[in-house]
């Protein structure tokens, strides 16, 4: 008796939409990597589960889902962020230059411009919006159009290449290598590491505490004494920061810099942290959850690829999961609005 109680007890008190609320991304991420598993089985073997393409998922998710982690700051004050592409293209060519081997210059000097340009734009994205009260879609779709001429500008629409060995390991590199079977790409540590710095900064801090208050509710968050402009601008200075980071690793792994490069990057990153559980709405997001939103789309790209699906597919697909999950996110927020 005892035990049949414990357990309806136990029954009882499983609230499903909680779990779901809480791991249903996690899940769908399961579901399809499991469905693509089963799904290029060649030869006996899955081609989806080939430690190769693991490892080339997490690099290919790597660059989105840097930009992703700042672009998630952004969007939980409920601003947003367009010149994410443009400016990983312009920082991407001013770092090269810097990184050229006919300069020989110490790779810490590109990677150190690259952040303070990066950074500087950012800074630049929030001061109009905090100070000019200029709505973010505006001011950062100037920042992007202007970016990108400047990347085009300075290289003179040509790839700038010939960077040094040491760059170009921050795109290419590996550690914990054993042999041919097993090793981490650099760009996959750097994301993580960003990424744990991130959660940190966003869950542990007073500055996450401050981006969820103004999120949530921007007068309020002043009237408590939070100095709302000057957090606005910081949050933009962050996802510059992490747009730069993205720029280098990009630049490195494909060595070159690139004017034309981060095309729709800006949308990638948003869809990311929309379909990890980012409100547009503000409030409301985790990094966790960015970080599986990147992995979803980059398992969707790499499981169609090896199906032979068509690009255009792939887009028409992305759109859809991204018009679902603001859907979803708007049903959300009408619910605890009562209406």
């Known amino acids: 008796?005892?035990?049949?109680?414990?357990?309806?007890?136990?029954?009882?008190?499983?609230?499903?939409?909680?779990?779901?609320?809480?791991?249903?991304?996690?899940?769908?991420?399961?579901?399809?990597?499991?469905?693509?598993?089963v799904l290029t089985i060649d030869g006996g073997s899955s081609i989806f589960l080939r430690f190769r393409n693991i490892v080339n998922i997490l690099r290919q998710s790597s660059v989105i889902g840097i930009i992703a982690?700042?672009?998630?700051?952004?969007?939980?004050?409920?601003?947003?962020?367009?010149?994410?592409?443009?400016?990983?293209?312009?920082?991407?060519?001013?770092?090269?230059?810097?990184?050229?081997?006919?300069?020989g210059l110490p790779v810490i000097i590109?990677?150190?411009?690259?952040?303070?340009?990066?950074?500087?734009?950012?800074s630049f994205n929030g001061f109009l919006h905090a100070k000019f009260k200029i709505p973010p879609f505006i001011a950062t779709l100037g920042m992007m159009v202007s970016a990108r001429g400047i990347g085009f500008?300075?290289?003179?629409?040509?790839?700038?290449?010939?960077?040094?060995q040491g760059y170009q390991y921050l795109g290419q590199g590996s550690?914990?290598?054993?042999?041919?079977?097993?090793?981490?790409p650099i760009p996959v540590i750097i994301f993580l590491i960003v990424a744990l710095i991130a959660h940190f900064?966003?869950?542990?801090?007073?500055?996450?505490?401050?981006?969820?208050?103004?999120?949530?509710?921007?007068?309020a968050a002043f009237i408590c004494g939070v100095n709302?402009?000057?957090?606005?601008i910081m949050v933009y200075a962050f996802a510059g920061l992490m747009t730069s980071i993205a720029a280098v690793v990009m630049t490195a792994r494909v060595s070159a810099g690139?004017?034309?490069?981060?095309?729709?990057?800006?949308?990638?990153?948003?869809?990311?942290?929309?379909?990890?559980?980012?409100?547009?709405?503000?409030?409301?997001?985790t990094i966790g959850g960015t970080v599986v939103g990147t992995l979803i789309i980059a398992v969707m790209n790499n499981g169609l690829q090896l199906l032979g699906v068509s690009s255009y597919w792939q887009q028409i697909l992305k759109g859809v999961i991204i018009i679902t999950a603001v859907i979803l996110d708007t049903m959300r927020n009408r619910k605890k609005l009562g209406h």
Request: aromatic share 8%; net charge positive.
């Open 1 to 37: 008796m005892g035990s049949a109680s414990n357990a309806a007890e136990t029954a009882k008190g499983f609230d499903l939409k909680k779990f779901v609320n809480r791991w249903g991304i996690l899940l769908v991420l399961a579901g399809m990597s499991a469905l693509l598993a």
């Open 69 to 103: 982690l700042g672009v998630t700051y952004v969007i939980i004050t409920g601003g947003i962020d367009l010149s994410s592409g443009s400016l990983v293209a312009m920082i991407g060519v001013i770092s090269a230059i810097l990184a050229r081997e006919a300069y």
């Open 110 to 122: 590109p990677v150190a411009a690259a952040l303070i340009i990066g950074v500087l734009a950012g």
């Open 153 to 164: 500008l300075i290289s003179g629409g040509r790839p700038i290449d010939n960077l040094t």
């Open 175 to 184: 550690i914990l290598e054993f042999g041919r079977n097993f090793f981490i």
């Open 201 to 219: 900064m966003l869950s542990r801090t007073r500055f996450g505490k401050y981006t969820y208050a103004i999120g949530g509710n921007e007068q």
């Open 228 to 232: 709302v402009d000057r957090h606005k």
């Open 258 to 285: 690139q004017p034309s490069a981060g095309i729709m990057y800006e949308l990638d990153a948003i869809a990311s942290a929309v379909i990890g559980g980012t409100s547009l709405q503000g409030g409301l997001g």
